[in-house]
T-cell receptor, first 114, second 113 residues
């Protein structure tokens, strides 16, 4: 159970902002929202995460709705190198010593067009 | 600082053979995990570890063993390879506190014939 829903694919023009939505309506109060991306068949790359507040780093911004049931990842000036599969993930507690696991869904295949 | 290093990058096995996928990290990360990714699918957790000597099963542990004798290394053993284990395997690590993301290796592409 991935606990998140994302559109299977999106397109964006180079230089424009790419806005990737994610629904996580069953998220618990202490669960973070994580975003990763996977370029080609490389290992996933961490982008950003958040709990309640909006977050920004050098790669992207994360906007989380007040009810925490959805979020949007924003790549402010998309480049061709941002073409990848983007995963929105809600961490899930698994057990020993509070370890958590990432539950991956299908992700959104983002294509940046020249 | 090499991050997470996985070896080998590619491997072909015959059904019934055994092998070990290596994973090493030099970031002093407590948490380490193994995932597999099948075509068109997201990653699924095989086993994970929260520190040296402490491991546990993930979603799809059958056919795999792990051990964690040091903080740096987390090898994944295939006991008797089956074609269903053909996949791309990723190792990941992170610091223990909640506010950190995982660093993934570049993957091992395994084919079992």
């Amino acid at each position: 159970d991935a606990k998140t829903t994302q559109p299977p694919s999106m397109d964006c023009a180079e230089g424009r902002a790419a806005n990737l939505p994610c629904n996580h309506s069953t998220i618990s109060g202490n669960e973070y929202v994580y975003w990763y991306r996977q370029i080609h068949s490389q290992g996933p790359q961490y982008i950003i995460h958040g709990l309640k507040n909006n977050e920004t780093n050098e790669m992207a911004s994360l906007i989380i709705t007040e009810d925490r049931k959805s979020s949007t990842l924003i790549l402010p000036h998309a480049t061709l190198r941002d073409t990848a599969v983007y995963y929105c993930i809600v961490r899930v507690e698994v057990g020993i010593q509070g370890a958590q696991k990432l539950v991956f869904g299908q992700g959104t295949r983002l294509t940046i067009n020249p | 600082n090499a991050g997470v290093t996985q070896t080998p990058k590619f491997q072909v096995l015959k059904t019934g053979q055994s092998m070990t996928l290596q994973c090493a990290q030099d970031m002093n990360h407590e948490y380490m995990s193994w995932y597999r990714q099948d075509p068109g699918m997201g990653l699924r957790l095989i086993h994970y570890s929260v520190g040296a000597g402490i491991t546990d099963q993930g979603e799809v542990p059958n056919g795999y063993n792990v051990s964690r004798s040091t903080t740096e290394d987390f090898p994944l053993r295939l006991l008797s390879a089956a074609p269903s284990q053909t996949s791309v395997y990723f190792c990941a690590s992170r610091l223990r506190p909640a506010g950190y993301g995982y660093t993934f290796g570049s993957g091992t592409r395994l084919t079992v014939v």
